[in-house]
């Protein structure tokens, strides 16, 4: 409102009387009134100040938090110019593509030019939201938003803040890994995904979870218990020699009972999951798939086709529904019934590209596959199309029938598993060589960034080898233990399965130590978790390992960007050439966000001993005894060995005490459960396997005392009263030790 006191006319005064009284009377009546019009002018002024500043505590409270997260995404956006997120809105979705893309949709010409990956949402299906207490990702929602060309305003002509559908692009962090079922989907519909996705029951209820934690500020505040303790991912290579390494442990310690796997509809305390890339090869290597997957993005005409395809059907115009054509991969006759014996097992299942007309009797939001992901996984919005796995057709048959199978792999659709540039091979303890061993930190890194995001509700993230033994009801019960108070007498039946119960899965109480569980390691003022088996508190990878905090900027760019020779000053400078001493580094290097997310403010490492984990590598060998609870053996005949052994010592060292007594020498005992664990091992091992050599020594009876034990049912192992102690608090604040008692 203005006063426009200018234009006012003059007050009309009678004179009558004396004129210098008249004159005075007039003025006192006229002083009057511009009283009477400046107060009211005041508090039209103080009305309006209230008004706007009213208006601007709402636009800051709403768009403050926006405007932060936009000026980080500026920065990010200096050093990674590919944008992280894209909005999916199919009424305006033309206006979004570029000058160029819109003047030739207009055009109507069957024009070859193709969308950008980044212009469609990644194949992994990850929704960015606003307002994520818990996410990363929080900040590239609002550059998406801000990008949109089509968001409305009121009538005073501020931007309306209404809730937009944004998903990451295949360039974000979110959109580089994700069920392998997702990576297959992206490109042909010769999987039935209508019938392959209620099988990956942990995938469902991954989406399911992050929708119900979005808005959560703490880990407990759903109410609900988490249905496991830790998820697990193991780095693995399509590789012929690796996959002897899998099968040992899917029929060695992936059968424990509390393992989740597909056999129990992934129920359980461990959730064990694979991670495969994209391998180097030669050019000339026949395995390489041919199948361009350029073919499968859009062009600009198809895309405008499709979008008015899809809102024609939205508004139940099907009989003015324009068709568009599409094009998925073709995959090879017989695929999945190919043996690994044969040559035809190692080459891609994919066989070609297909085109196809869509027509209103073969609508997309009926028959495609990803329809029927964005339905089961109730997205917000179905895309029209996605960027599709662009390597996952550079893998062979055998690996997507091991997928397709046990329903537990996760795919990176990356360049990481480079060639070895050593003379390295299985089970020597050297190095593979930077290129491989920066491959590996990529996996390592994108794998517990995306398990912080696809698990909100679990408390623990761990990295496996697939060369590794875990004895899990030991593993377990000492984590349980550790968290319940490890100064306290241990409760054996309370870590266990006993009695028909199985113990609770709690998540992760706000007053508890960020846990950091180590097979310990100490090098170079870092203490670290030996690669083959680290288990990490989720708070400390939200502290550490965000991608997009600043001091991650270098982090970030080394890990989603493919390897680069001229980099390796950087990778290096990272410690990126071991990837588990670099999470060390990182939590090292970090220990101010560490005091921000973890209630007591540090690390407290859960360290187990050398006599507890062990390297069964050549030539050196190696001793197992009672107290063993993780191994890394690097040939695939060992698991079944060291499987064996816990089954059995507890039973081997039970009868020793009676043959003891019957005069029968301690060393006979010993050579007759050695037999008997060769002889079971020939019948279960296939014979193709490398055999064990010298590499493993066994202690039945020898040794220190056994401490006290129970049986956990089901697996029929000896979980043991290992007991815990603070370590010393040279290097650390918070170390607790594993011993014997």
Same mark, same amino acid.
């Given at each position: 409102?203005?006063?426009?006191?200018?234009?006012?006319?003059?007050?009309?005064?009678?004179?009558?009387?004396?004129?210098?009284?008249?004159?005075?009377?007039?003025?006192?009546?006229?002083?009057?009134?511009?009283?009477?019009?400046?107060?009211?002018?005041?508090?039209?002024?103080?009305?309006?100040?209230?008004?706007?500043?009213?208006?601007?505590?709402?636009?800051?409270?709403?768009?403050?938090?926006?405007?932060?997260? #936009?000026?980080?995404?500026?920065?990010?956006?200096?050093?990674?110019?590919?944008?992280?997120?894209?909005?999916?809105?199919?009424?305006?979705?033309?206006?979004?593509?570029?000058?160029?893309?819109?003047?030739?949709?207009?055009?109507?010409?069957?024009?070859?030019?193709?969308?950008?990956?980044? $212009?469609?949402?990644?194949?992994? *299906?990850?929704?960015?939201?606003?307002?994520?207490?818990?996410?990363?990702?929080?900040?590239?929602?609002?550059?998406?938003?801000?990008?949109?060309?089509?968001?409305?305003?009121?009538?005073?002509?501020?931007?309306?803040?209404?809730?937009?559908?944004?998903?990451?692009?295949?360039?974000?962090?979110?959109? *580089?890994?994700?069920?392998? @079922?997702?990576?297959?989907?992206?490109?042909?519909?010769?999987?039935?995904?209508?019938?392959?996705?209620?099988?990956? $029951?942990?995938?469902?209820?991954?989406?399911?979870?992050?929708?119900?934690?979005?808005?959560?500020?703490?880990?407990?505040?759903?109410?609900?218990?988490?249905? !496991?303790?830790?998820?697990?991912?193991?780095?693995?290579?399509?590789?012929?020699?690796?996959?002897?390494?899998?099968?040992?442990?899917?029929?060695?310690?992936?059968?424990?009972?509390?393992?989740?796997?597909?056999?129990?509809?992934?129920?359980?305390? *461990?959730?064990?999951?694979?991670?495969?890339?994209?391998?180097?090869?030669?050019?000339?290597?026949?395995?390489?798939?041919?199948?361009?997957?350029?073919?499968?993005?859009?062009?600009?005409?198809?895309?405008?086709?499709?979008?008015? !395809?899809?809102?024609?059907?939205?508004?139940?115009?099907?009989?003015?529904?324009?068709?568009?054509?599409?094009?998925?991969?073709? @995959?090879?006759?017989?695929?999945?019934?190919?043996?690994?014996?044969?040559?035809?097992?190692?080459?891609?299942?994919?066989?070609?590209?297909?085109?196809?007309?869509?027509?209103?009797?073969?609508?997309?939001?009926?028959?495609?596959?990803?329809?029927?992901?964005?339905?089961?996984?109730?997205?917000?919005?179905?895309?029209?199309?996605?960027?599709?796995?662009?390597?996952?057709?550079?893998?062979?048959?055998?690996?997507?029938?091991?997928?397709?199978?046990?329903?537990?792999?996760?795919? #990176?659709?990356?360049?990481?598993?480079?060639?070895?540039?050593?003379?390295?091979?299985?089970?020597?303890?050297?190095?593979?060589?930077?290129?491989?061993?920066?491959?590996?930190? $990529?996996?390592?890194?994108?794998?517990?960034?995306?398990?912080?995001?696809?698990?909100?509700?679990?408390?623990?993230?761990?990295?496996?080898?697939?060369?590794?033994?875990?004895?899990?009801?030991?593993?377990?019960?000492?984590?349980?233990?550790?968290?319940?108070?490890?100064?306290?007498?241990?409760?054996?039946?309370?870590?266990?399965?006993?009695?028909?119960?199985?113990?609770?899965?709690?998540?992760?109480?706000?007053?508890?130590?960020?846990?950091?569980?180590?097979?310990?390691?100490?090098?170079?003022?870092?203490?670290?978790?030996?690669?083959?088996?680290?288990?990490?508190?989720?708070?400390?990878?939200?502290?550490? *390992?965000?991608?997009?905090?600043?001091?991650?900027?270098?982090?970030?760019? @080394?890990?989603?960007?493919?390897?680069?020779?001229?980099?390796?000053?950087?990778?290096?400078?990272?410690?990126?050439?071991?990837?588990?001493?670099?999470?060390?580094?990182?939590?090292?290097? !970090?220990?101010?966000?560490?005091?921000?997310?973890?209630?007591?403010?540090?690390?407290?490492?859960?360290?187990?001993?050398?006599?507890?984990?062990?390297?069964?590598?050549?030539?050196?060998?190696?001793?197992?005894?009672?107290?063993?609870?993780?191994?890394?053996?690097?040939?695939?005949?060992?698991?079944?060995?060291? !499987?064996?052994?816990?089954?059995?010592?507890?039973?081997?060292?039970?009868?020793?005490?009676?043959?003891?007594? $019957?005069?029968?020498?301690?060393?006979?005992?010993?050579?007759?459960?050695?037999?008997?664990?060769?002889?079971?091992?020939?019948?279960?091992?296939?014979?193709? #396997?490398?055999?064990?050599?010298?590499?493993?020594?066994?202690?039945?009876?020898?040794?220190?005392?056994?401490?006290?034990?129970?049986?956990?049912?089901?697996?029929?192992?000896?979980?043991?009263?290992?007991?815990?102690?603070?370590?010393?608090?040279?290097?650390?604040?918070?170390?607790?030790?594993?011993?014997?008692?």
């Amino acid at each position: 409102m203005t006063c426009r006191m200018g234009q006012r006319r003059p007050p009309t005064y009678r004179f009558s009387g004396h004129p210098r009284q008249l004159t005075a009377q007039g003025l006192h009546s006229h002083t009057q009134h511009r009283r009477l019009v400046a107060l009211a002018v005041s508090l039209v002024l103080i009305v309006m100040v209230h008004w706007l500043i009213s208006e601007f505590t709402t636009n800051v409270g709403s768009q403050q938090k926006a405007s932060m997260g #936009l000026s980080k995404e500026e920065a990010r956006l200096s050093q990674f110019p590919s944008p992280f997120s894209v909005v999916v809105r199919h009424e305006s979705s033309m206006t979004r593509l570029t000058t160029k893309q819109r003047r030739l949709a207009a055009a109507s010409a069957d024009s070859l030019v193709r969308l950008d990956r980044d $212009q469609l949402p990644s194949w992994t *299906l990850r929704v960015i939201d606003e307002k994520c207490a818990m996410c990363f990702d929080s900040v590239t929602y609002a550059s998406a938003a801000a990008a949109d060309p089509e968001r409305s305003t009121d009538e005073t002509g501020n931007q309306r803040r209404e809730r937009l559908s944004v998903f990451a692009t295949a360039s974000a962090p979110l959109g *580089l890994m994700g069920p392998m @079922l997702f990576a297959m989907a992206s490109v042909t519909d010769d999987v039935d995904v209508a019938a392959e996705l209620p099988l990956w $029951q942990w995938v469902t209820r991954s989406y399911a979870q992050q929708r119900r934690f979005v808005h959560a500020s703490q880990w407990r505040s759903t109410g609900e218990r988490p249905r !496991h303790l830790i998820v697990m991912g193991i780095p693995s290579t399509d590789q012929p020699m690796r996959y002897p390494l899998r099968d040992a442990q899917r029929a060695t310690w992936l059968t424990y009972r509390e393992v989740a796997r597909t056999e129990n509809n992934f129920t359980g305390a *461990l959730l064990q999951l694979y991670v495969f890339a994209a391998a180097e090869r030669l050019s000339e290597d026949a395995t390489h798939s041919t199948v361009d997957m350029a073919q499968l993005a859009p062009t600009v005409s198809e895309y405008a086709a499709a979008t008015a !395809h899809r809102r024609a059907v939205e508004s139940g115009d099907v009989n003015n529904t324009p068709t568009y054509v599409q094009r998925r991969v073709v @995959l090879r006759d017989g695929w999945r019934g190919i043996p690994r014996s044969d040559d035809a097992a190692w080459k891609s299942p994919c066989a070609g590209v297909r085109s196809s007309v869509v027509t209103t009797s073969r609508r997309v939001d009926e028959t495609s596959s990803l329809a029927t992901l964005s339905a089961q996984l109730s997205l917000p919005v179905t895309p029209t199309f996605t960027a599709a796995a662009q390597y996952v057709c550079h893998v062979s048959a055998a690996l997507w029938q091991e997928a397709l199978h046990y329903r537990n792999s996760l795919w #990176l659709d990356f360049l990481t598993d480079r060639k070895s540039t050593t003379k390295k091979k299985m089970g020597m303890r050297i190095s593979w060589g930077i290129p491989t061993e920066v491959g590996m930190s $990529q996996k390592v890194v994108i794998w517990l960034n995306y398990a912080y995001a696809a698990f909100p509700d679990v408390p623990y993230i761990m990295k496996g080898d697939d060369d590794m033994y875990l004895k899990v009801p030991q593993y377990l019960s000492d984590l349980r233990h550790v968290r319940g108070g490890w100064r306290k007498p241990r409760n054996l039946t309370a870590t266990i399965p006993y009695n028909g119960v199985i113990p609770p899965t709690l998540g992760i109480d706000d007053t508890e130590e960020c846990l950091y569980r180590v097979w310990w390691l100490y090098s170079s003022r870092i203490i670290f978790g030996n690669g083959v088996g680290y288990t990490l508190d989720r708070r400390l990878i939200q502290a550490v *390992l965000n991608p997009f905090d600043d001091f991650n900027a270098l982090l970030m760019k @080394l890990v989603t960007n493919p390897y680069k020779s001229s980099l390796n000053k950087e990778y290096l400078s990272l410690i990126m050439q071991y990837e588990d001493k670099l999470v060390g580094n990182q939590i090292k290097n !970090h220990l101010e966000a560490v005091k921000r997310f973890c209630p007591k403010k540090r690390v407290c490492y859960m360290a187990d001993k050398r006599s507890r984990a062990h390297q069964i590598l050549r030539p050196t060998p190696t001793k197992l005894t009672w107290i063993s609870v993780m191994a890394h053996f690097g040939m695939p005949a060992i698991p079944y060995y060291v !499987h064996y052994f816990h089954k059995n010592e507890f039973k081997v060292a039970e009868e020793a005490k009676r043959l003891i007594a $019957q005069g029968i020498s301690v060393n006979v005992i010993e050579a007759n459960a050695t037999q008997r664990m060769h002889e079971w091992v020939a019948s279960h091992v296939p014979s193709t #396997l490398v055999g064990l050599g010298a590499s493993l020594d066994l202690n039945w009876v020898r040794g220190d005392p056994r401490t006290a034990y129970t049986v956990a049912e089901e697996d029929e192992v000896a979980v043991y009263d290992v007991g815990y102690k603070q370590g010393k608090a040279r290097i650390a604040e918070c170390i607790v030790e594993s011993g014997k008692r």
